[in-house]
């Protein structure tokens, strides 16, 4: 069956008023935060493949993304970097569609339609999308998580999950892919946004804190164990950051006033400053070495 540009393999399920989880790479995907979260929720809720684009060509520059080749039973396959869409349907609660979209380099528009066609087809209620993105923040504090969740409630008894609620001030250069955003709205989808705020010192390729953090968030609204949540193996990782940079005075440094700016801005009412910015290129490089070591 064909959606758009996306093709669906028969039969196609019936799905119940279904909730959207949305990550976009590499456009805020930054520790892979948005990648991890929909993997951990799909292998707790067991989701198969949907479906995928047609032909990912017209749309994504595979000079850029680029094809993969692997050896499988002695002979070469060639795989294609491809939007693709992974249903669950829990016992309790709505069906969820997993959309791990890239960001295209062609014929946006066509691209777009087809992913709102796919949400129109499958009468999808709520349009949630996950991400990161770098900040000066520190990874000593409680990661925080901005967005807008509209009138959508989290569920009876959750934890407020939001560090701030609040829409985006920003004008300027964008992606093209906030017009899914515009679209579900003017559907009659209920929407929301979340996005962590990560060390922008650290850049690891695979950050389990604000993947954690993510998790904890959505936990308000969809109710999934918390072995679900990488608590443990975040909370290793920053430890190996922190012994990482134990010996760097430099960055303990502009760590101790980024934490400061922190309490200043999301633990009171007081006005903050600017946060602190701006390191050495020789702590950059030793930062940015860091990854392949965590």
Same mark, same amino acid.
């Given at each position: 069956?064909?959606?758009?540009?996306?093709?669906?393999?028969?039969?196609?399920?019936?799905?119940?008023?279904?909730?959207?989880?949305?990550?976009?790479?590499?456009?805020?995907?930054?520790?892979?935060?948005?990648?991890?979260?929909?993997?951990?929720?799909?292998?707790?809720?067991?989701?198969?493949?949907?479906?995928?684009?047609?032909?990912?060509?017209?749309?994504?520059?595979?000079?850029?993304?680029? @094809?993969?080749?692997?050896?499988?039973?002695?002979?070469?396959?060639?795989?294609?970097?491809?939007?693709?869409?992974?249903?669950?349907?829990?016992?309790?609660?709505?069906?969820?569609?997993?959309?791990?979209?890239?960001?295209?380099?062609?014929?946006?528009?066509?691209?777009?339609?087809?992913?709102?066609?796919?949400?129109?087809?499958?009468?999808?209620?709520?349009?949630?999308?996950?991400?990161?993105?770098?900040?000066?923040?520190?990874?000593?504090?409680?990661?925080?998580?901005?967005?807008?969740?509209?009138?959508?409630?989290?569920? @009876?008894?959750?934890? @407020?999950?939001?560090?701030?609620?609040?829409?985006?001030?920003?004008?300027?250069?964008?992606?093209?892919?906030?017009?899914?955003?515009?679209?579900?709205?003017?559907?009659?989808?209920?929407?929301?946004?979340?996005?962590?705020?990560?060390?922008?010192?650290?850049?690891?390729?695979?950050?389990?804190?604000?993947?954690?953090?993510?998790?904890?968030?959505?936990?308000?609204?969809?109710?999934?164990?918390?072995?679900?949540?990488?608590?443990?193996?975040?909370?290793?990782?920053?430890?190996?950051?922190?012994?990482?940079?134990?010996?760097?005075?430099?960055?303990?440094?502009?760590?101790?006033?980024?934490?400061?700016?922190?309490?200043?801005?999301?633990?009171?009412?007081?006005?903050?400053?600017?946060? @602190?910015?701006?390191?050495?290129?020789?702590?950059?490089?030793?930062?940015?070495?860091?990854?392949?070591?965590?």
């Amino acid at each position: 069956m064909k959606i758009g540009a996306f093709e669906l393999p028969d039969p196609v399920p019936e799905l119940r008023t279904p909730h959207a989880l949305i990550m976009i790479r590499p456009w805020v995907d930054v520790g892979s935060v948005g990648t991890l979260t929909l993997a951990r929720l799909e292998r707790h809720y067991e989701a198969k493949e949907l479906g995928k684009l047609a032909r990912p060509g017209t749309f994504f520059d595979l000079t850029r993304y680029r @094809p993969t080749v692997r050896n499988v039973d002695g002979q070469r396959v060639t795989t294609f970097p491809n939007s693709i869409i992974n249903v669950a349907q829990p016992e309790n609660g709505p069906d969820l569609m997993f959309l791990h979209l890239l960001e295209p380099h062609a014929m946006a528009e066509d691209y777009i339609d087809s992913i709102v066609e796919l949400l129109k087809y499958f009468q999808v209620s709520v349009y949630c999308r996950v991400g990161a993105m770098y900040d000066s923040v520190p990874h000593t504090r409680p990661i925080v998580v901005t967005g807008n969740t509209g009138s959508i409630e989290p569920r @009876p008894g959750a934890t @407020p999950p939001l560090t701030q609620q609040r829409g985006s001030s920003y004008e300027g250069p964008t992606t093209i892919m906030n017009l899914l955003t515009e679209s579900a709205t003017q559907m009659g989808a209920g929407v929301m946004n979340f996005m962590a705020h990560l060390p922008h010192y650290a850049q690891l390729e695979e950050d389990f804190a604000g993947t954690a953090r993510m998790l904890q968030v959505l936990n308000a609204y969809y109710d999934f164990p918390s072995t679900v949540v990488p608590t443990r193996r975040a909370e290793r990782q920053y430890r190996e950051l922190d012994s990482a940079i134990e010996t760097q005075p430099e960055v303990k440094s502009v760590i101790s006033r980024l934490e400061a700016h922190y309490d200043r801005t999301y633990e009171t009412t007081a006005p903050s400053a600017e946060p @602190p910015t701006g390191l050495s290129p020789e702590i950059e490089r030793f930062l940015r070495g860091l990854d392949k070591e965590l």
